[in-house]
């Protein structure tokens, strides 16, 4: 069984700050990876995806990809009160099936 | 945009009784999911399906749970006969060829008494 693992907090930082999300994974083979926004009773919304080692910026996320260290992270730079959510970390299983973090809880205080 | 839709959004429904929950996925996406997110735990992938079979199923999806895409747009998910622990919240999503990126549907909320 392929292990996603997610601090499920709640972080909380102030509005305008930089709020940093980390998820580790168990599957050394895993290619894919993924970032969903889950609001309260929606479904998850995906924001950012990640192949290839290194950064991926997209506005005010940016993720970070450690094959090495089996670890990825989203970054959300100018935090909004909107930004406030459960942000789920995801790894594609290699038969095009994601495996979940249990996700991190944000709240970003005005 | 284009946008995977569920219906319906809330089912209630009682032990034992069949259920079917639809799907139409985006529009010239490939490939077909089920996961289901029982409340306050993760989500959980159920089962994947392209080229009208199923690629991939989970644990979850054993025989009482059965999918099926009968015309062009439509994909259902049969939970043939309903258990208690079967009461989730159900996603529908669907990806594009040679892609992995998944779109999730709003979900329909199954309630099983």
């Known amino acids: 069984q392929k292990e996603v693992e997610q601090n499920s907090g709640p972080l909380s930082v102030p509005e305008g700050a930089i709020a940093s999300l980390n998820c580790t994974y168990s599957?050394?083979?895993?290619?894919?990876f993924f970032w969903y926004r889950q609001y309260s009773g929606k479904s998850p919304e995906l924001i950012m995806f990640?192949?290839?080692?290194g950064d991926k910026e997209d506005g005010r996320f940016t993720a970070q990809l450690n094959k090495a260290s089996q670890y990825v992270s989203l970054l959300i730079r100018d935090s909004q009160p909107s930004d406030s959510a459960t942000y789920l970390c995801?790894?594609?299983?290699?038969?095009?099936?994601?495996?979940f973090g249990t996700g991190t809880r944000l709240t970003v205080i005005p | 945009e284009p946008e995977v839709t569920q219906t319906p959004s809330h089912q209630v429904t009682q032990m034992g009784q069949e259920v079917i929950l639809r799907c139409v996925p985006i529009s010239n996406h490939l490939y077909f999911y089920w996961y289901r997110q029982i409340l306050g735990q993760k989500v959980e992938f159920l089962v994947s399906?392209?080229?009208?079979?199923?690629?991939?199923k989970s644990e979850i999806f054993d025989d009482q749970f059965s999918v099926e895409r009968p015309d062009g747009s439509n994909f259902t998910l049969k939970i043939r006969s309903t258990k208690l622990e079967d009461s989730a919240m159900y996603f529908c999503?669907?990806?594009?060829?040679?892609?992995?990126?998944?779109?999730f549907g709003p979900g329909t909320r199954l309630t099983v008494t």
């Open positions: 599957d050394r083979g895993s290619q894919s």
């Open positions: 999503a669907s990806s594009g060829d040679y892609s992995y990126e998944q779109y």
């Open positions: 990640i192949y290839s080692n």
């Open positions: 399906f392209y080229n009208n079979e199923i690629s991939e």
């Open positions: 995801a790894v594609e299983g290699g038969a095009n099936n994601l495996f």
